[in-house]
């Protein structure tokens, strides 16, 4: 199993990462190579599939706000659910 699934558009072109949430339990897609709309966001990726580090932090607004560093989710305290603070691997998918 992986931590990581690859995204790629229609055009079956990587556009980066999906993982898994265990905080409001939804998937969320990580844009590294190209932006998932025109002229959208994208993260920087240091490369390591096993501890992966997203730059900057990923916001699900009102829901869901994250750092991934390490291969760990750090939690931000604007979160709209249990794990709001803390800090948990993230877990395979």
Known sequence: MSKMNRLKNSKGEPIGYMIYCPGCGHHHGIPVEMPLKENG?????????????????????????????????????????????????LLEI
């Open 41 to 89: 966001p994208k993260w920087t990726f240091n490369g390591n599939q096993e501890k992966p580090t997203f730059t900057p932090s990923f916001n699900a607004v009102g829901e869901c706000h994250f750092n991934l560093i390490d291969g760990k989710m750090h939690f931000c305290q604007d979160c709209n659910h249990k794990l709001a603070g803390q800090v948990v691997e």
